[in-house]
């Protein structure tokens, strides 16, 4: 039987790196997906890409139209409407403060392994991923010479403006953008067509703008959502809205089986008719908030599914306690991507699944939002 498309493309990668001798502690640099168990660390694996109950209720509540964050200002294509109902595509949801576990399994009988709990402050999430249209208006603004200002992109709303508890190194908090990160945002037309197979990019506006933008590094996600007025969400952050909190969900919306219909997430290669077949040139991946069904219980869509999506932290073991916590180590250079994509079965689905990758890396499976001060 032959490989089906997206796995021959990582298997592809996979060679190009072996043959430039590019692994490390005899893991190939980003091809590591990681499940968790009550500590976190897990065994690597290979995520699949394509295999062939009721869900929970949704609070939209605390929903922000921020039209007036740069990428939704004028009106554009893939900027002032998004998802079924044409929400303006900045809009951003109050998530509420509470505890839930990081570590935990949900079979759709309720969670198992409950471990490492975390205690978040409220925040807002973006209820979409960020689109190409977005997208482009600030490759504009890089090219007109934007660059954060060092510092940039704290959760100042936190511990007395210091942003969030650092656990990586005790009593420490985020540091912000540095200067030295400049030199990693480079958003050019040949990088954001990274992958030929899945780029969402294109030179000139067209028919791509309300699809996530795709090949964007973890350092053009951080300057995007500083230049945009937010930063990116800690991985806690990220994994407690998919999570429904407390709730600790099988998937963001509930219980309900994802199917083939493309109601709850976009992926498997269902897109668009639900053949599972994947395609070249984007063809999988639907405009952002197609999946209408699969809002989380605050109201964001395609937390799972779609694209993988870079948070802010680097990749380590959970540390216990966690309150308002990230892990920012300076030695540790793979950052956390969260939530499967369009070309992965339905096991990518699961809220608690952890992957990192180094954050230079661009990826056709990669995109991200953005969080915001409540």
């Known amino acids: ?117 975390a205690t978040l402050s409220e925040f807002r999430l973006d209820k979409y991923d960020v689109t190409v249209g977005r997208f482009r208006l600030f490759v504009s603004a890089c090219t007109a010479g934007f660059t954060p200002p060092a510092g940039s992109g704290k959760h100042t709303h936190l511990n007395d403006g210091k942003g969030l508890a650092n656990v990586a190194t005790a009593g420490t908090f985020e540091s912000g953008w540095a200067a030295d990160d400049d030199a990693n945002v480079a958003p050019t037309s040949t990088n954001l067509d990274c992958d030929p197979a899945d780029a969402t990019w294109t030179d000139e506006a067209a028919g791509n703008e309300g699809l996530p933008i795709t090949c964007a590094n973890w350092y053009e996600a951080y300057a995007f959502c500083i230049w945009d007025g937010g930063f ?88 216990d306690p966690c309150k308002d916590c990230a892990s920012l180590s300076a030695t540790l250079p793979d950052r956390v991507r969260r939530g499967g994509a369009f070309g992965y079965d339905e096991t990518a689905l699961t809220p608690s699944l952890r992957s990192h990758i180094a954050p230079t890396h661009r990826d056709g499976n990669f995109g991200f939002r953005c969080a915001r001060t409540p």
């Open 1 to 117: 039987m032959s490989l089906p498309r997206a796995r021959k493309l990582r298997f592809r990668a996979w060679l190009v790196l072996v043959l430039a001798g590019c692994e490390r502690d005899g893991v190939v640099l980003g091809l590591v997906d990681t499940y968790p168990d009550a500590s976190s660390a897990g065994e690597p694996i290979e995520a699949s890409p394509l295999s062939t109950s009721d869900g929970g209720d949704t609070n939209d509540g605390g929903e922000t139209n921020d039209g007036g964050a740069p990428s939704c200002s004028g009106g554009a294509a893939g900027t002032a409407a998004c998802g079924a109902t044409g929400d303006n595509c900045c809009t951003s949801i109050d998530v509420s403060a509470g505890t839930f576990d990081r570590a935990y399994t949900n079979a759709g009988n309720g969670a198992t392994g409950l471990a490492s709990p």
């Open 232 to 319: 990116l969400p800690s991985e806690a952050e990220w994994e407690y809205a998919a999570a429904g909190g407390s709730q600790q969900r099988e998937y963001p919306w509930g219980s309900a089986a994802p199917g083939a219909a493309n109601q709850y997430a976009i992926y498997g290669c269902y897109f668009p008719n639900g053949s599972g077949a994947c395609q070249p040139t984007s063809v999988n991946i639907a405009p952002v908030g197609t999946a209408a069904l699969g809002a989380g219980l605050w109201g964001q869509l395609d937390l799972t599914g779609e694209v993988y999506q870079w948070t802010l932290d680097t990749y380590a073991d959970y540390v």
